[in-house]
Structures are given as C-alpha cells and as structure tokens.
C-alpha cells in the first residue's frame, strides 16, 4: 500500500506520504520512476519528472479517480497492483489500451471477490498475459423457443477465430463471424457460473474491444451504469440469472453492433429507453422475467432485424404499438404475463416469420384481428400459441380465427 504514498493527487494520499518512511519511498521510486533510459519520453505528454502514477492518472476517467482517493477501494488495489507489475514500463507508453485493460480487469476481479471465484487460474499474475488467465471457453444456452440455441468456443479470448465465435444455430447463417485477427485486446470475456459477486465496476465498461460477455449465473449483480456505452464492438452480451437491479441506461442504445442480448431473469426495473430503436443489429433479446415497467416504445420497430424479443413475465403496460408490425424478421414474440392493456395489433397479421406469440396473462380485450388468419405455428413449438389459456385471460372472443391456431 505504501506504494501510492507517492502519488500527489489526493489529498488522502497526501497524507499517507507523511507517514512513508524514507527508506521505504526511496525503494519505490526506484521500481516506480520512468527512467530516461528504458523510454523514449519525448512521446510523452507529461515531463520527464512526472510519475508513471501521473501518467496512469492521466488515462484513467475521472469515476475511477474518486475511487482512488478510498484505499481500500477495488481500484486503489487494482492501481497498486498495476504499478508493481515491473513490465509495465515496457508496453505503457506504446499501449495505453493496454494499461486500461489490465487496470479493467484487476478492478474487476478486486471488485467481485476474486481469490473466491470458481476458477481464476492466472489472475492477476504479472507474468502471464491476461489473454492467458482464466476465462470459460464454452457457453451452451438453451433457448426456449424450439431449435434455436447457441454454442461457443473459443481457444484464445483476444483472437476470435472467424468461423464461430457466437455460433447461432439456425440453418444458413453462422450468426456472429469475426475476420480479426488481433492478439493482445481482449474481445470474449466469459466469466459465467464463476462465483463472482459484488457488482460489476464501472471499470469493465475499459474494455472497449469487447465483443462478446458471458456473466450469467454470477451471483455478481448491481446496475449497468452508463459507461457500457462504450462497448461500440459488442456484439453479444449474456447477462442473465443475476441480482441486477436497475433500470436500462439510455447509453446502451450506442451498442451499435449489438446482436444477441440475453438480460432475462434479472431484476431490472423501469421502462425501456427510446433509445433501444438505435439497436438496429439487434437479432435476439431476452428480457423476460425481470420488472420492467412502462410501455414498448414505438421506437423498436426499428429494429428490422428481430428475431427473437422475448419480454413475459414483466410488468410492461399501455397498448401493444403497431408498429411490431414493421418487425418483418420477429419470429418469436413472448409477451404474456404483463399489464398490457388495449386491443392485438391487426399489425401482427404481417408478420409472417412468426411462430410463436403469447399474449396470455395482460389485460387485453377485443378479437383476435382478421389479419391473423395465417398464423399457424408448428406443432411442439415450445411457446406454441396456446389459444385456451389466452382466451380465459384476456377475455377475448375470437369466434372466426380458431381453426387457424394450433388447437391443443
Ligand atoms: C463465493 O464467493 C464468496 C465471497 O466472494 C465466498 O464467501 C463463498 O465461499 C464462495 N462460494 C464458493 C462455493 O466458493
Ligand atoms: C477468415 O475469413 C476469410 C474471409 O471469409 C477467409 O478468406 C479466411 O480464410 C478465413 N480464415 C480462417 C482462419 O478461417
């Protein structure tokens, strides 16, 4: 801990340099201070006499700077263990990203009760690469809506290979490729069913190359704060099964290349942001089994791409819009178990890749629409269309379209 006594930006550390002794401050500005020698300081921006602490300072934003005034903070850990990693001269001024994903990851790990996780072979060690440490190479992920699932592997967590990476299983596409060929960025960080807990730090959100998570099972749980806007490669993002809480930050909708979001059984609370229209690669996303709360934003008839939006078993309100008639590609559309109120949709008629639609469970009233007539899911579907169950619920007398359905 002495180790931050020599950093000058807080005026908690300040007064821990008092406290130094000077034998102990001369050891660490010896393994801390930039030498002339080893670096090519014109590249720099701060002076010769600054610290590398100044310059660490100096790349970290300013949510982590506050954290560090705390030295019992994840952070404060996680600084103290960046700066006695004797590397580190050698990759910090040519790699500041670099400096930011170790600083992320040691964060994370001081952060959700590391030295328990199920495995962490590797962590925090400063002689292996952090491509090297710990991270599960396997996801398999039932999902419920008949064939569909994924399954994934991966040999090296910062060099996706480009034939499967996230493999969606549907006949004629391969899901998410990945031509990148980069070694050192970490891009695939499955941390599931590890026994993390605690919360995520927003320090994750470091991780700008990231394109695939997996936390799913934690137990780590806490809010999705506004810096996982910055994740602009994620493609694929499995947070699922966990004690989060709060409600969805208007930031995710910069996630542009967000295809697959699996959020379900969560806690997470408010409404749907408008900005979830931005999503527009969006091909599945589970949110079910959390508190959601206010209406569906007309916004999401943006997203052309849909497959797949499960949203049952919230507390989701006011009419479903018409405009989940624009969702040409939605195939499965789980909407049972809210507080949706009003009339279907006639809109729902055009959607002709739709297999499975369950509305039992809200407070709907009317008929089923005329334009409904084709829809004829195939039999065994697990969320077929049970007509039985959604006509005792909602109360809708449907005297013409029965026969188009898939009796039981
Ligand atoms: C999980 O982690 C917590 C602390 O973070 C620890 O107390 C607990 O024993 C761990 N559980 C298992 C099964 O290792
Ligand atoms: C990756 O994909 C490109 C283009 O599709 C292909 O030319 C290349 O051979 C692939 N590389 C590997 C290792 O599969």
Redesign the pocket.
Known sequence: MFLLGIGVFAVGIIVLVVIVSQSQKADAEATLTVSPSQVNLAALTFSPTSSLQGYIYGILPDYTIGALDELESPQSKAFTWLLEDLSLTSYYVEQEWRVLQRFAFATLYYSTGGPYWTKNDNWLSHVHHECTWYGSNSVAIPLRSGSQYFAVEHPNPCQL???TAIHHDKQGSDGI?D?DVEYDAYKQLWLHRNNLTGHFPKEMFLLTSLKTMSFFGGPIGGTLPPPIGNLQDLQAAIISMLPLTGSLPSEIGMLSNLAIAIMDRNRLTGSFPAEIGMLTNLEILLIDGNQLSGTLPHQISRLSKLETLYLGSNSLSGTIPTEIGQLTSLGAFPVNNNALTGTIPSEIGNLNALTSLLLEGNKLTGTIPKEMTNFDPPQGAVYGFKLPNWIATNRIWAPLVLDANSPE
């Open positions: 290979s480009n034939t490729q031509a």
